[in-house]
Structure formats: structure tokens, C-alpha cells
């Protein structure tokens, strides 16, 4: 086998790696096409700012389709804790910013264990509950807010700087949604939990029969779901300084196609966050550059659903090689 042919299984073998690459190719021509892209006040800030709400979204969706599951509600719940963030502010100034990031978090963990406990004990399909509590939660921010919206110059400016503000040129914001891939990922490989959130995706069943506790690892996925979700409510409200009862509506969708994208198997049992944070940032890169270089909004959107097509093609030949080999060596042996 040459280098070159070496070299292609490799990329191919590792969707994170692949993915990545495509990521570069994209940001390098829409860099040559408008230099600007990139190489500007504010290219390199949008660059890793954009993507940090979808980031964080998408690590949660990981963890849940892992388990063979899915969770729809993220959006509704990110609105949700967005405009409660606005509204803490407005009917308790002074409220310490870490005391709201803290509260938001906690109500989304709550909706999301909502979610975990009509999955679990309710038997019935993830996909089906999530579409129910998606627009139950979304009925209750329109109660809420109505018509009415929270605007910037009603939240502290300490808090809105958290939208801007940058370390060593690099956002806050960003930085946060590293974190949370960095600590979700190291959980996931490592944690004796997170390796049993593999086996109840890969084989539920069997999951059962070994003794894994596969109720309450569903649960804990959904709870982590909503609990990021409740935190990329806040970086929502942070990143733009307005919310309205709109907030959210959507991204549910493209948190589960930035996942699949970056590797995350439709079907549970394997995928990484690392793949879905990079995915979250190609999604995002896609719809700023490609009108740079010309390609027109329906090709954007056909581009999106090309790639999900792609990689959902691509995991179902890769697991059925896998399951040919494991065979092929049973009946070797």
C-alpha cells in the first residue's frame, strides 16, 4: 500500500479528521475569494464567536444520540432560558452573572431530566416525546413573553461584554464552548458512565442483559442535554442582547445535523463530540461563506443536506464492513 493510499484510508477511517479538512478547504477559499473572510477587525472573531451557541447545543446532542435517542426540545429550551435570563436581570438587578448562568443551567437540566424520565419510563420513542415537550416548551415562552422582548439596554453591560470580549484574541464565548467539549469529551472516553452511554446506543437490549444501567444513563444523557441547552440559552443572550419569544426556533435541527455531520452515528453506539463541535463550526462557516464566493442560498441549503445525506451513507457502509469483518473473523477462527 503506497503513502498516498495510506494516507486516504486514514482521513477516511477518521470522520473527525475528514471533516476537518473539508472545514479548511472551506475557510481557505472563501479567504482567497474575499480576504476580508478572514484577515479583518472582525473575520477571525465571527470565525470562532459564531459557532460557540451551535457548539455547546451540539455536544448535548451527541451524548443523547449516542444512547439511540434524539432530543428535539434543545431549541425550544434554549429560548426559553434565554429570555429567563433577561428576565432575572430585569426583576433582580444586581443578581450576580454566575448566580443567572447557574439558574439557567439548573432549569434546563430540569427540562431535560423531564425529558429523560418520559423516555425512560414511558417506552415510548425519544423522537416522538421531544416533538411534544419542543412545542409544550415553546407554548410556555409564548405565554410568557408574549409580544414583548428584552432588549440590551435592559441587561447589565458586564454581561454583554461576555459577547465581545476576547483573550488573547480569542471570544470568551468560544473559549466557554471549548470547555464544555474538552470536559464532555474527556467524560465520554474515560468515565467507566460515559463508555456505558456507548453500549446502551450500540445494543440496548444487551445493554439489559449485562446489568448496565441503561434507564438512568438515558436519563443523565437528556439532563445534560437540557442542561447545555439551558447554558447556550445564555451565551444567546449574551452573543446578541435581544430576545424575543423566537429565540431558538430551529436550531434543534441543525444541533442534530452538526452532530451527524461530524460523525455521530444516527443509530447510537459511536461518534465523539470533538466531531460534532467541528461539524457545529462547518455549519456555521458554510452559510457565511459560501455567499462570499457566490453560491446562492438554495445551494447552501442543498450543500447541508448533501453532507448529512453523506455522512448517514457513510456510517451505515462503515458498520456494515465492521460487522463483515467481525463475522468473517468468527468464522475464520
Known amino acids: 500500500m503506497s503513502d498516498r493510499e495510506r494516507l486516504v484510508k486514514t482521513v477516511l477511517r477518521s470522520r473527525e479528521l475528514s471533516i476537518f479538512i473539508v472545514l479548511v478547504l472551506l475557510i481557505a477559499a472563501a479567504t482567497i475569494k474575499n480576504p476580508t473572510f478572514l484577515f479583518s477587525a472582525s473575520g477571525w472573531r465571527d470565525l470562532l464567536l459564531t459557532p460557540a451557541m451551535l457548539m455547546v447545543l451540539a455536544v448535548g446532542q451527541t451524548v ?10 434543545v431549541g425550544s429550551v434554549l429560548g426559553l432560558t434565554a429570555y429567563m435570563t433577561g428576565r432575572l436581570f430585569i426583576d433582580h438587578p444586581g443578581l450576580p452573572i454566575i448566580a443567572v448562568f447557574a439558574i439557567a443551567v439548573l432549569a434546563g437540566g430540569v427540562l431535560g431530566l423531564m425529558n429523560g424520565v418520559l423516555v425512560g419510563f414511558g ?25 414583548s422582548l428584552v432588549s440590551a439596554s435592559q441587561m447589565p453591560a458586564g454581561f454583554l461584554n461576555l459577547g465581545t470580549q476576547q483573550i488573547l484574541t480569542i471570544p470568551v464565548l468560544f473559549i466557554i464552548a471549548m470547555v464544555i467539549v474538552i470536559v464532555v469529551g474527556y467524560y465520554l472516553q474515560t468515565a467507566r458512565s460515559g463508555r456505558e452511554l456507548y453500549a446502551v446506543g450500540s445494543d440496548p437490549d444487551a445493554a439489559v442483559l449485562y446489568g448496565l444501567p441503561v434507564r438512568r444513563r438515558v436519563i443523565g444523557a437528556f439532563v445534560l442535554s437540557g442542561a447545555l441547552a439551558g447554558l447556550a440559552g445564555v451565551i444567546y443572550a449574551a452573543r446578541y442582547g435581544t430576545v424575543s419569544s423566537e429565540a431558538g426556533t430551529g436550531i ?26 467541528i461539524g457545529a463550526v462547518l455549519l456555521v462557516t458554510i452559510n457565511r461563506a459560501l455567499p462570499m464566493v457566490g453560491i446562492s442560498d438554495f ?23 465492521q460487522a463483515r469483518r467481525l463475522i468473517e473473523a468468527r468464522d475464520g477462527s
Do not use: K
Open 252 to 277: 434543534e435541527l441543525q444541533a442534530v445535523a452538526a452532530a451527524v455531520i461530524g460523525g455521530v452515528a444516527i443509530f447510537g453506539g459511536s461518534g465523539t463530540v470533538w466531531g460534532a463541535a
Open 299 to 321: 445551494w447552501q441549503q442543498a450543500l447541508v443536506g448533501a453532507l448529512i445525506i453523506a455522512a448517514i451513507i457513510l456510517d451505515r457502509v462503515l458498520s456494515t464492513r
Open 64 to 73: 443523547v444520540i449516542i444512547t439511540r435517542n434524539v432530543d428535539l426540545s
Open 123 to 147: 417506552r415510548v420513542p425519544a423522537l416522538v416525546i421531544t416533538l411534544g415537550t419542543l412545542y409544550i416548551f415553546r407554548g410556555i415562552l409564548l405565554t410568557w413573553a408574549g409580544a
